[in-house]
């Protein structure tokens, strides 16, 4: 083994007794060897630390459930080896992804990720392919975190880096790898990327996303997107806007209010009120009644117009990045 790139496969539980054996056998799969493996049981209540030792790996047990950023920073503070890949453990772990990401890894501050399979547990929707071709050498990685969400499964990091970077924020729930990644950009963190599938991010219903409520979920949206606004500077703010504004019109066409609400407080914010394109009464009516009702009547009027010709709504916006 390389010990400049040994990597220490790090895996936060909960609950996760009947994922473990699964994901053991895509360890022993993997055409290279992680240097260690090490789980901590977020106050499991079923017999997750049990099923990972009779599996031979490392056991960090939890007093309380603290939540995956918890979890995350105290898997960094045990893990030995120079780099860390951090994986859940109900999804899946391509036999070349160790092989191919640690066959970049070299500088210090650069962390190697790669394209990600999104599915759904019992084949619920088709399978998605998150692929960023664009990234490479010239990319503002703190645009491109704003704008994309990339699951922290897809990522080999420098332990040292994360590290330097503060590691995952403790008290989010929801939405911490999204503010650790653009953290990490805004204090020099850079990437290289890998155009492979070799992750898959599998969705239950039961997943953190899943369980949360709607007002809970969105809530920790807000401050993940206030905390990105304190941080950058007023280009990147702008980009901020920009994007929390398409988010909340997406959210609000299709019916989540809450979120919707987040994403433009957080747009207005940034100084962002209408869309780019949007014509002069659009953007005098955004100023006037305000960004949101505006859109609550702009998708109104859209269904009316729709209904009266006898056609699907025209406005609709396109799809989101939102997990």
Request: glycine share 8%; proline share 5%.
């Amino acid at each position: 083994m390389n010990l400049k790139r040994s990597v220490s496969l790090l895996i936060p539980c909960y609950n996760a007794a009947r994922h473990l054996p699964g994901l053991a056998q895509q360890i022993a799969a993997q055409t290279s060897v992680f240097a260690e493996v090490i789980c901590y049981d977020d106050k499991s209540q079923d017999d997750t630390a049990t099923v990972a030792r009779a599996l031979g790996f490392d056991v960090i047990t939890g007093r309380e459930n603290r939540g995956a950023a918890f979890a995350r920073n105290r898997l960094l503070e045990a893990a030995s080896a120079p780099w860390v890949h951090f994986h859940d453990a109900d999804d899946g772990l391509d036999p070349r992804f160790l092989e191919r990401l640690s066959s970049c890894l070299g500088e210090e501050r650069t962390a190697v990720m790669c394209a990600v399979r999104k599915r759904w547990s019992g084949g619920r929707e088709p399978d998605v392919v998150y692929r960023h071709p664009e990234a490479g050498t010239h990319t503002d990685w703190i645009a491109f975190f704003i704008r994309y969400f990339v699951h922290v499964n897809a990522f080999i990091f420098p332990r040292s880096a994360i590290l330097r970077a503060g590691g995952f924020a403790e008290d989010l729930r929801i939405a911490e790898d999204r503010e650790f990644l653009v953290r990490a950009a805004v204090r020099g963190l850079r990437f290289r990327y890998v155009d492979e599938a070799l992750v898959d991010w599998v969705v239950h219903p039961d997943s953190t996303l899943g369980r949360a409520e709607t007002e809970t979920r969105w809530r920790f949206d807000g401050i993940f997107l206030r905390r990105c606004y304190d941080i950058l500077d007023a280009p990147h703010r702008r980009i901020l806007g920009e994007h929390a504004l398409h988010r909340g019109w997406w959210l609000c066409w299709n019916g989540v209010i809450p979120g919707a609400r987040e994403n433009v407080a957080v747009a207005n914010l940034c100084g962002v009120r209408h869309e780019p394109e949007a014509k002069f009464v659009g953007r005098i009516m955004s100023r006037v009644l305000g960004t949101l009702p505006y859109f609550v009547l702009k998708k109104r009027w859209a269904s009316l117009a729709a209904q009266w010709r006898g056609a699907v709504p025209a406005g609709a916006p396109e799809g989101s990045e939102t997990p």
